[in-house]
Every structure is written in structure tokens, then in C-alpha cells.
């Protein structure tokens, strides 16, 4: 008897949204990704919110914002209890993006959707899989058996197979068919001719994305070296360089290919610093060097070599704050009146919130220094909107389906890039006297409340 399968695109379709997805089989309704940027608003909520209780199983394929950010907020608002899955590494490097954007939000405004307690709480809820560990899942749909593999593209990432009987439901989206410098490819592909792997082919349903299709991209090897150039440019011209990353998904290669590349050039190391400045920047790189079995053969081989530290990222320095930041840009061993210059990858990848934002305000007036996109950045986020700048400027002609050119680093004549910045401060005068009494009528009411309640029951 065949199965009933239903399709359902909450969020992530004709467009770069956050995924999110529901797919029904039979009876059984199993979430696919619960990713949302940080606004935080609109329809795209408002349906998840819809369905969150009649949601049966959860699966997250990657550990950032676009895959599992709106997962705390449904876990404890919208009452999405059910039980979820995600590989071990996705479980922990998710957390700690989850809690990146807490702090990141909390730090500009009065955030109240939910807070870190409800992200540990929701990420208590996750079931942490190996690849390729079959789950047969709880309760009336125990017929349903999920598996992950690897997806490439991030630490931990997944692609899924859903099964029922013979159905198989084949969930692969952002996944990557090359090696990189700290991942394996995806489990797509096997043997040195990258066919399909014969258990993933053949599903009676495939559902993927086409992120990169619209685009004729260089080589990988080409692509880095014109990234690691165009950071260097701005090396030698003494500016500083701001390469906006996320908190622990693709910001691991990032750091591990500059890191591999930073010693070479003693002027470089001598005049300038390398930062990951992340609020769980120190928890980042700590998790990732424990779990260097689910990165690349070469990096899991070096755990056979005595001297060798896996995942060390010894020319990195993690920093917390911009208070920590500016002290060791001021500690310059070289020198007791100038500030060093420095490379920063810093949280969060958009520049709509976070220290990406507070160093891209600080530094864009200044044409000597440099800011690296690695990625195009969330939809409508000043990211998105500067690289939507340069490839109007760059690749702006380019007949339809021509190869992307690598281009030396442009500067962009008259661009504006809007930017909302927040920031929380303390009240003081009249705001603060308004405030307390404010507070105190609050407080008189729900004590005035209460012990109405409370003689009600006596």
C-alpha cells in the first residue's frame, strides 16, 4: 500500500528566505528546518505558529539561523514540543548560534521573545544522531525511520532520508559535492568519479534546492585565492579588513583557510592581527577542536600526530567584546603609540545586528580599509544590499550564463548602504524618574491583584 506524501513550503521558496518546510506522510507531519533571520516578524511566523502543535517530528539539517532560528521560539511559544533531531555536532555548534543572536538582539533592544533559557530548553528537546544512524521515531508513527548524512557545506550538516515501508523521502538542501579545506563532501556523491550514491538514488521523493544556480561560479581554488587577495590588498595599504561571518557554520572554513594562510608573510603578521570577535567566540572554536571527527580526513588525521593539535587555529585570536578588541588592537608589540590594524571575522553575517555592524559603522568612512564578503549575506540585510551594489558594479554586464569574473577589490563611487543601529542605554532624568514610577504602579497593581486572588481562594 503506497503512502500519501505532502509538500508544504512554510518559508524558503522562489526566494532566499530561512527554510522551513512541513512534509506529510499519510498522517504523520514532520517539520523540515525552522530557520528564520532576526527580524523575527511577519506571515512567515504567523504560519509556523499555525502549525506548530500539530507538527509531529522536527529535523534540522544545519547549525545556523537559516535552518533552526526560529526553533527556540516555537519550542516555547508556539508550544512545539515534539521531539526533534539533529546530528551531535548541528545539536552543539546550533546552541551556540542560537545563543550568539540572544545576546546579539538583547544587546540593542528589549528582546522578549525568548531567551537563553528557552534555547537550552529547546535544545534539550533535540535528539543528537550520527551520520548515518537510523532513528525510527516515537509514538503512532514508529513506521517512519529518518537518517542523516553528511551534507557538506557545515559542521554537522545534514541531508535526511524519510522512510515508510517503500517510501523514501530523500530532504537534501544546502548540501556541498566538493571536498573543502575542513569538510568532507556530502554523502550525495561516492568514489573518485562522484556518482550518486546507490542508497540515495531513486527516492520517491526528492526535495533540494538550486541556491547557486543563476550563478557560473569560478573554481573553489580560484575563488580563494582571489578572497585571501583581496584581504591582502588591503593588508599592504595598512587598512584594516572586516569579514563578516555567522557564529559557527560556514565561519569554521573561513577561519581555518585564512588561519592556514596568515604565517606566510612576516610584514603581514607584524602589522597586523587576526580576530574571530563573536560574543560565543571561545565556546566556537572549543567545540569545533572536539569535534574534529565529523571534519575533513586530512584534519581527523592529524589526531595520530603527537605534536599535532587538530583544529587549533593558533594564529586566531578569539575576543568577546569590542572593549577587547580595542585593547588588543592598542597592544602592539611593535610599537607604544600606534594602535595595531587588525583582520576581523565578526558575528553576524548580515550586519543587521551585532559586532559586524559596530565595526562596519566604525570603519566604512575610512577608503584605506576593506570590507570581504564571503557570502551574499540574508535577504534585505545591508550584506545583501553591499553585495548587491558590487555585483551591479563588477558583473553588471555579463551576458546570461557567462562565468562570474574574479575582480580585483572595488571601491563602489557614491553607494549608500542603510543601516538601523540600536543600542541599549541607561535611562537618566526624567526618562529614568518616569520609569521607576511606572514600575511602581505595575508592582501595586499585580500586588493589589494577587491578593484578590488570594482571598478569592480562602
Avoid at 10 to 26: F, K, M
Avoid at 78 to 90: E, I, L, N, S
Avoid at 118 to 140: C, H, M, R, W
Amino acid at each position: 500500500m503506497s503512502n500519501t506524501l505532502q509538500f508544504t513550503a512554510i518559508s524558503g521558496v522562489n526566494n532566499e528566505d530561512a527554510v522551513c518546510y512541513i512534509l506529510e506522510i499519510d498522517e504523520a507531519k514532520i517539520l523540515l528546518d525552522c530557520g528564520s533571520y532576526e527580524d523575527y516578524s511577519g506571515e512567515t511566523l504567523a504560519q509556523l505558529q499555525r502549525v506548530a502543535r500539530q507538527v509531529d517530528a522536527v529535523l534540522l539539517s544545519h547549525p545556523d539561523a537559516a535552518h533552526l532560528g526560529a526553533y527556540p521560539l516555537a519550542f516555547s511559544r508556539y508550544g512545539m514540543t515534539c521531539p526533534a533531531y539533529a546530528t551531535q555536532a548541528a545539536h552543539l555548534m546550533g546552541r551556540l548560534c542560537m545563543q550568539d543572536v540572544v545576546r546579539s538582539l538583547k544587546a540593542r533592544e528589549e528582546f522578549v521573545l525568548f531567551d537563553e533559557r528557552d534555547v537550552d530548553a529547546a535544545f534539550e528537546n533535540i535528539t543528537p544522531l550520527q551520520y548515518s544512524q537510523p532513528k525510527t521515531l516515537s509514538g503512532k508513527h514508529s513506521d517512519i525511520v529518518i537518517t542523516a548524512y553528511a551534507a557538506g557545506h557545515s559542521i554537522g550538516g545534514a541531508i535526511w532520508t524519510i522512510s515508510n515501508g517503500a517510501e523514501v523521502v530523500l530532504y537534501a538542501i544546502d548540501f556541498n559535492q566538493m571536498n573543502e579545506k575542513h569538510l568532507n563532501r556530502c554523502s550525495l556523491m561516492e568514489g573518485s568519479t562522484g556518482t550518486v550514491a546507490s542508497r540515495l538514488m531513486r527516492p520517491s521523493l526528492l526535495i533540494t534546492d538550486s541556491y547557486n544556480a543563476l550563478y557560473k561560479l569560478p573554481t573553489r581554488a580560484k575563488r580563494a585565492e582571489c578572497f585571501l587577495d583581496s584581504i591582502n590588498s588591503a593588508v599592504k595599504r595598512g587598512g584594516n579588513v572586516l569579514v563578516p561571518v555567522d557564529s559557527t557554520a560556514r565561519v569554521l572554513e573561513i577561519a581555518y583557510v585564512i588561519n592556514e594562510w596568515w604565517p606566510k608573510d612576516k610584514r603581514r603578521r607584524d602589522s597586523h592581527a587576526l580576530f574571530l570577535l563573536a560574543r560565543c567566540g571561545r565556546k566556537t572554536k572549543s567545540f569545533a577542536q572536539s569535534l574534529v571527527g565529523w571534519m575533513a580526513d586530512s584534519i581527523e588525521s592529524q589526531l595520530s600526530d603527537k605534536d599535532g593539535k587538530p583544529f587549533e587555529l593558533r594564529h586566531v585570536t578569539v575576543v568577546q567584546s569590542m572593549d577587547e578588541l580595542d585593547r588588543k588592537m592598542r597592544s602592539d608589540p611593535k610599537s607604544r603609540t600606534r594602535a595595531r590594524k587588525a583582520v576581523v571575522l565578526a558575528t553576524l553575517e548580515g550586519m543587521s545586528l551585532g559586532y559586524s555592524q559596530e565595526l562596519f559603522v566604525r570603519w566604512a568612512s575610512d577608503k584605506g580599509n576593506a570590507i570581504v564578503l564571503p557570502q551574499r549575506g540574508p535577504p534585505k540585510s545591508p550584506t545583501r544590499d553591499l553585495f548587491n551594489k558590487w555585483w551591479e558594479h563588477t558583473q553588471g554586464n555579463l551576458p546570461r550564463n557567462s562565468p562570474m569574473k574574479l575582480v580585483a577589490p572595488t571601491l563602489l563611487p557614491g553607494a549608500e548602504v542603510q543601516v538601523t543601529i540600536k543600542r541599549r542605554v541607561p535611562l537618566e532624568g526624567n526618562e529614568l524618574d518616569e520609569w521607576i514610577a511606572l514600575d511602581k504602579r505595575r508592582k501595586e497593581q499585580e500586588a493589589a491583584r494577587d491578593a484578590i486572588l488570594q482571598r478569592n481562594r480562602t
